[in-house]
């Protein structure tokens, strides 16, 4: 059987099934609408302070959408046994986690528009590297995935996915140089910033779209694709061994 074939059911199916959803397509646009509103009227740098905090609001709304998505989904259809029917289909477990993470990846990405399209209605974005930009939004996505992954295959139920994840997701926003540098941070919160791969998503935002960053791009891209490696491969370790064995 092709691979792709069965990748393109499942997503088809959790697209249908969850992302798809009134409420899901309402909250996954309220929520970074939210998060972008609250950021820049607060700002107090006016609309010159917009394209400051457009890499940290970009995803800070690609962190959260994610996670949140797919630490849920795959909590409950391990609790209602739905989960159980995939892990008998004929293909890897490799290429279902794939395809389970693929539909919160397109809606991580889809959540980065909505700071970019608003921030257009105020502020002047052609010097923004869109290449790059993308890169970078895809990236987080992909991490972020995968962490809400490893999240959800770690517990039994929702709420515990939830707890789990805010515990994770937190100390994120304060410390991954969202709204401020890594390097204001005290000398000994330092190396737990470098630790967390949001910080080198959020850089690379950085230098995408105000051509700073505190490392080159490249450094950046290989650093999280290290980090979607390990984590994609941890979690399915992990899936055999309590969902399966």
């Given at each position: ?59 800070l709304s ?66 923004v590297s ?72 959020a850089d ?42």
């Open positions: 059987m092709k691979t792709w074939i069965p990748l393109f059911a499942i997503l088809s199916k959790d697209m249908k099934a969850y992302y798809l959803k009134p409420p899901n397509i309402s909250w996954g646009l309220i929520f970074p609408f939210a998060w972008t509103g609250m950021f820049f009227i607060r700002s107090g740098g006016g609309i010159g302070g917009i394209m400051e905090l457009l890499p940290g609001v970009t995803a690609i962190l959260f959408g994610t996670t949140s998505m797919l630490a849920v989904t795959v909590t409950f259809e391990k609790k209602s046994r739905s989960f159980d029917r995939l892990l008998l289909s004929p293909i890897t477990l490799e290429t279902l986690m794939l395809a389970k993470t693929s539909g919160a990846i397109l809606f991580g990405v889809a959540n980065a528009v909505v700071p970019v399209l608003m921030a257009m209605l105020f502020i002047d974005v052609s010097g869109w290449p790059l930009f993308a890169a970078a939004a895809i990236l987080i996505a992909v991490v972020s995935a995968f962490l809400g992954l490893f999240v959800a295959v770690a517990v039994s139920e929702v709420f515990e996915a939830q707890t789990f994840s805010n515990f994770i997701r937190f100390p994120m926003v304060f410390l991954c140089g969202l709204f401020f540098p890594v390097q204001s941070l005290p000398v000994f919160l330092r190396p737990l910033a470098y630790a967390l791969p949001v910080t080198y998503g690379l935002l950085r230098r995408a779209i105000l051509g700073t960053g505190m490392m080159n791009q490249w450094m950046n891209i290989s650093i999280l694709t290290g980090y979607c490696t390990v984590l994609f491969f941890l979690t399915v370790k992990n899936v055999r061994r309590r969902w399966i064995s």
